[in-house]
């Protein structure tokens, strides 16, 4: 199994707890299919998550919007495992790193990416747009895992 990446919506109250113990905001089930919960409090982005945070980073100076996508597990040592990255963002980022996804659009994706890349990037791009909007919207942070 690669790289997963999964962000969880976290409800205001709650940040506190989430900086403080992220791990209690992580769905166990997203191994198995929790990403596709139809509640929108879960995005899964796996194999597009490099592509976004290239298309964030991709100007003179990185979007606001590419702390959504910022980070990487790390492979230790001679073993198996890997080390995740897991982030915690505020209501008040959240904010901000909507109103700049918003502004991505089709246009940057095509000048940044192969024609064969482009609909995937686009397909990921407008799931994580809903997500994050969503999310802002509802006055909520953010708890994600790359790992």
């Keep these: 199994m690669g790289i997963r990446y999964?962000?969880?919506?976290?409800?205001?109250?709650f940040i506190g707890l989430a900086r403080h113990d992220p791990s209690l905001f992580l769905s166990a089930d997203a191994s198995t299919g929790g990403a596709s919960r139809s509640d929108g409090s879960i995005?899964?982005?796996?194999?597009?998550?490099?592509?976004?945070?290239?298309?964030?980073?991709?100007?003179?100076?990185?979007?606001?919007?590419s702390r959504l996508f910022a980070g990487d597990a790390r492979h230790p040592g001679d073993d198996a495992s890997w080390v995740p990255c897991?982030?915690?963002?505020e209501p008040d980022?959240?904010?901000?790193?909507?109103?700049?996804?918003v502004l991505v659009g089709e246009k940057d994706v095509c000048a940044m990416f192969r024609d064969?890349?482009?609909?995937?990037?686009?397909?990921?791009?407008?799931?994580?747009?809903?997500?994050?909007?969503?999310?802002?919207?509802?006055?909520?942070?953010?708890?994600?895992?790359?790992?």
Excluded: K
């Excluded at 999964?6 to 109250?13: C, G, L, T």
């Excluded at 490099?50 to 100076?61: I, K, M, W």
């Excluded at 897991?86 to 963002?89: D, S």
């Design 93 to 101: 980022e959240v904010s901000e790193i909507a109103a700049d996804l």
């Design 43 to 65: 995005v899964g982005l796996d194999q597009r998550r490099r592509q976004l945070y290239r298309l964030t980073t991709g100007g003179a100076e990185p979007r606001p919007s």
């Design 86 to 89: 897991i982030r915690v963002l």
């Design 6 to 13: 999964h962000a969880y919506q976290v409800e205001p109250h």
């Design 116 to 147: 064969e890349e482009i609909a995937g990037v686009m397909a990921f791009l407008t799931r994580v747009q809903h997500f994050v909007v969503d999310t802002a919207r509802a006055g909520n942070g953010i708890v994600y895992l790359i790992g």
